[in-house]
């Protein structure tokens, strides 16, 4: 298994980004998603004209991840200086709490910030009784 860093996640996040189809926002967005066992998912953002049917990158990159069996992740590298929205944050919640999640602006500032961090006092697994 390779290690990949920081800078590899986001630029495959960047690469991603080129891909989204963002015909009525034209805010290109891409997510590259780490998981536990060093496999990265990457997804572009897919606009619809009905904004409801619309798929984010990183919701988007989370499927693609379950459906290989996934369910422990490091780290999430968001294009374009954004970090999820907070449906996006709540799906990933569902799975790490402590996930890092790491984006980069066009002069290339990183900020990273917790999932805990961006969705504080978060309703998951344990809230739901069994």
């Not at 619309?54 to 919701?59: D, K, M, R, T």
């Not at 991840?65 to 999820?84: C, E, I, S, T, Y």
């Not at 709540?90 to 990183?110: P, Y």
Request: glycine residues 6%; hydrophobic residues 45%.
């Amino acid at each position: 298994m390779t290690t990949i860093d920081k800078n590899q996640l986001l630029d495959a996040a960047q690469r991603a980004a080129k891909n989204s189809y963002v015909d009525y926002s034209h805010e290109p967005k891409g997510a590259a998603l780490l998981a536990d066992n060093g496999k990265v998912y990457v997804a572009a953002c897919v606009e619809n004209a009905a904004w409801g049917a619309a798929i984010c990158a990183e919701a988007s990159a989370l499927a693609a991840a379950v459906a290989d069996g996934q369910r422990k992740f490091k780290m999430l590298a968001v294009a374009n200086g954004r970090f999820p929205c907070g449906t996006c944050l709540q799906s990933l919640r569902e799975f790490e709490l402590k996930l890092e999640i790491i984006t980069r602006t066009a002069d290339g500032t990183v900020t990273a910030r917790t999932l805990e961090q961006l969705l504080p006092n978060s309703f998951g697994p344990s809230h739901v009784p069994h």
